[in-house]
């Protein structure tokens, strides 16, 4: 009898006292359920963006001027952001671990930020605008891995790409249409009050990020086993759905320790290759950061430099949710990772070559494509560590992490003596971007080097307790 065979036969769980259909059913209203609830982070992730990428559109309306910015000082105030935000991001995912309550941990960081973001509209030089930007770094840096793990624990492998896409599309939006709204309170609230409408941009934004945290304290799931409102049946159905598809319990025996799960992940080199590629992807998207400045480069009033940013991000959440649908359904994710890049290079390339106002704005909608390719990168990133949750909430926020590195060295390489052209700062994206796609495609051989072993090694093995994976386990490549 093969070791398949055994280990079907040996499996016992909730499929084997629901009928097919009636399993089925089930799982169709659970995962219509946990996507309900999980779709406030589209709101929540749309905010996180708004409030760490403000800056940007304060720019346009005296941010710099009025706080006495000078030299690198802007891009270092863009760039501190990301020190809190790589240091705390391992440790704060260890501690959700452990917790097991993202309920609380998310919507308390977001509390944080928000309060820092609305303190950041009464600054008045760089030295308390730093330590702002600063703090705010240390708050939203739970906010990303959490958010990534908390997923990973209820959708499988096969889902994950589309909910990685649904629930990070909100940061895509608020890139557009985060430009939309501080377009109107940067018109609407001028003079207010004898306050800037930068600083109005800052309180408004900061406080509705309070409001909604608080209400997400009684929207947002735990994990499956600690989740209240499952009735028992759901519950040992999202449990047992994760197992049969290879992953690791969060409770129950064979649990890993968060230290023991701390030593897997830095002993992997796998961390270490993602973590280097994703530090140079990010390079490759610092243009993000800028994207106000570059639209201004068209030569339009802030009104209208902000409300042109808003198109090329509405097409790529729309392509975004396409190539990860057929990324699940294909259960491959390095071509569609390519086919994103690739997009993103001709954009690239198109600005380098021409200051044409109506080619360099098509240029954007190529570029803002990239978004896609990360969110499916991030799915592939849990799936490839999906075995033991322990490793996976350090594996993914050390690799969010590292990635802070990338944002960093991208703040400064958009200098206004590059401008208005930014060939210099668009050919340094193109390069980047090469680079991680080359790094990229090297894991992707790996990885199916060892689906190809995994392969021998269950038609070869003669006790399924000899094997590494569990029987049919594989990873998506």
Same mark, same amino acid.
Request: aromatic share 12%; net charge positive; charged share 15%.
């Given at each position: 009898?093969?070791?398949?065979?055994?280990?079907?036969?040996?499996?016992?769980?909730?499929?084997?006292?629901?009928?097919?259909?009636?399993?089925?059913?089930?799982?169709?209203?659970?995962?219509?359920?946990?996507?309900?609830?999980?779709?406030?982070?589209?709101?929540?992730?749309?905010?996180?963006?708004?409030?760490?990428?403000?800056?940007?559109?304060?720019?346009?309306?005296?941010?710099?001027? *009025?706080?006495?910015?000078?030299?690198?000082?802007? &891009?270092?105030?863009?760039?501190?952001?990301?020190?809190?935000?790589?240091?705390? @991001?391992?440790?704060? %995912?260890?501690?959700?671990?452990?917790?097991? /309550?993202? =309920? +609380?941990?998310?919507?308390?960081?977001?509390?944080?930020?928000?309060?820092?973001?609305?303190?950041?509209? #009464?600054?008045?030089?760089?030295?308390?605008?730093?330590?702002?930007?600063?703090?705010?770094?240390?708050?939203?840096?739970?906010?990303?891995?959490?958010?990534?793990?908390?997923?990973?624990?209820?959708? !499988?492998?096969?889902?994950?790409?589309?909910?990685?896409?649904?629930?990070?599309?909100?940061?895509?939006?608020?890139?557009?249409?985060?430009?939309?709204?501080?377009?109107?309170?940067?018109?609407?609230?001028?003079? /207010?009050?004898? @306050?800037?409408?930068?600083?109005?941009?800052?309180?408004?934004?900061?406080?509705?990020?309070?409001?909604?945290?608080?209400?997400?304290?009684?929207?947002?799931?735990?994990?499956?086993?600690?989740?209240?409102?499952?009735?028992?049946?759901?519950?040992?159905?999202?449990?047992?759905?994760?197992?049969?598809?290879?992953?690791?319990?969060?409770?129950?025996?064979?649990?890993?320790?968060?230290? @023991?799960?701390?030593?897997?992940?830095?002993?992997?080199? !796998?961390?270490?290759?993602?973590?280097?590629?994703?530090? #140079?992807?990010?390079?490759?998207?610092?243009?993000?950061?800028?994207?106000?400045?570059?639209?201004?480069?068209?030569?339009? *009033?802030?009104?209208?430099?902000?409300?042109?940013?808003?198109?090329?991000?509405?097409?790529?959440?729309?392509?975004?949710?396409?190539?990860?649908?057929?990324?699940? %359904? =294909?259960?491959?994710?390095?071509?569609? +990772?390519?086919?994103?890049?690739?997009?993103?290079?001709?954009?690239?390339?198109?600005?380098?070559?021409?200051? %044409?106002?109506?080619?360099?704005?098509?240029?954007?909608?190529?570029?803002?494509? #990239? &978004?896609?390719?990360?969110?499916?990168?991030?799915?592939?990133?849990?799936?490839?560590?999906?075995?033991?949750?322990?490793?996976?909430?350090?594996?993914?926020?050390?690799?969010?992490?590292?990635? &802070?590195?990338?944002?960093?060295?991208?703040?400064?390489?958009?200098?206004?003596?590059?401008?208005?052209?930014?060939?210099?700062?668009?050919?340094?994206?193109?390069? =980047?971007?090469?680079?991680?796609?080359?790094?990229?495609?090297?894991?992707?051989?790996?990885?199916?080097?060892? %689906?190809?072993?995994?392969?021998?090694?269950?038609?070869?093995? /003669?006790?399924?307790?000899?094997?590494?994976?569990?029987?049919?386990?594989?990873?998506?490549?």
């Amino acid at each position: 009898m093969s070791a398949l065979t055994d280990a079907k036969s040996e499996t016992v769980h909730v499929s084997s006292v629901l009928s097919s259909y009636a399993r089925n059913d089930l799982e169709r209203r659970l995962v219509r359920k946990l996507d309900l609830h999980l779709s406030v982070i589209v709101l929540l992730y749309a905010l996180n963006y708004i409030d760490r990428g403000n800056a940007s559109s304060a720019r346009l309306g005296g941010f710099e001027k *009025d706080l006495h910015l000078h030299g690198t000082q802007y &891009a270092t105030i863009l760039s501190i952001t990301y020190v809190g935000f790589s240091a705390m @991001q391992v440790p704060a %995912n260890m501690f959700l671990h452990w917790l097991e /309550k993202p =309920a +609380i941990l998310i919507p308390c960081c977001m509390v944080i930020w928000g309060l820092v973001s609305t303190l950041t509209g #009464i600054t008045q030089n760089y030295t308390q605008v730093f330590l702002a930007r600063l703090l705010l770094g240390f708050a939203e840096a739970p906010f990303f891995p959490g958010i990534m793990f908390l997923i990973s624990g209820w959708y !499988k492998r096969d889902e994950l790409a589309v909910r990685t896409t649904f629930v990070t599309c909100g940061g895509v939006l608020s890139a557009g249409f985060g430009s939309l709204f501080a377009s109107g309170i940067l018109t609407g609230m001028q003079g /207010k009050l004898g @306050q800037a409408g930068w600083r109005w941009m800052f309180y408004i934004e900061g406080g509705m990020t309070v409001i909604v945290a608080i209400c997400a304290f009684f929207i947002l799931p735990n994990f499956p086993h600690n989740t209240t409102w499952l009735t028992p049946e759901e519950r040992s159905l999202a449990i047992t759905r994760l197992a049969d598809d290879g992953y690791g319990r969060l409770d129950g025996p064979g649990k890993r320790g968060t230290i @023991q799960g701390l030593w897997d992940a830095l002993s992997d080199w !796998k961390v270490w290759w993602f973590s280097g590629a994703i530090i #140079i992807d990010y390079m490759s998207l610092s243009f993000v950061l800028y994207f106000p400045t570059i639209v201004a480069t068209m030569g339009y *009033d802030v009104t209208i430099t902000l409300l042109l940013a808003v198109p090329p991000w509405v097409l790529a959440a729309i392509i975004a949710f396409a190539l990860s649908r057929y990324s699940d %359904n =294909a259960k491959k994710r390095c071509m569609y +990772i390519f086919a994103s890049s690739a997009l993103a290079a001709l954009g690239f390339i198109i600005s380098i070559c021409t200051m %044409n106002m109506i080619a360099r704005y098509a240029s954007l909608f190529l570029m803002a494509q #990239i &978004a896609a390719g990360q969110m499916i990168l991030w799915a592939w990133v849990n799936n490839t560590f999906a075995r033991e949750p322990a490793k996976r909430a350090v594996a993914v926020a050390l690799i969010s992490a590292m990635s &802070a590195v990338g944002s960093i060295v991208g703040s400064y390489l958009w200098p206004l003596i590059w401008g208005p052209t930014y060939r210099y700062s668009y050919a340094a994206c193109l390069t =980047a971007l090469g680079v991680s796609s080359v790094m990229l495609g090297v894991m992707h051989l790996h990885l199916k080097r060892v %689906n190809e072993q995994i392969e021998r090694n269950e038609q070869n093995a /003669k006790d399924i307790n000899d094997l590494q994976f569990p029987v049919g386990f594989r990873y998506l490549v």
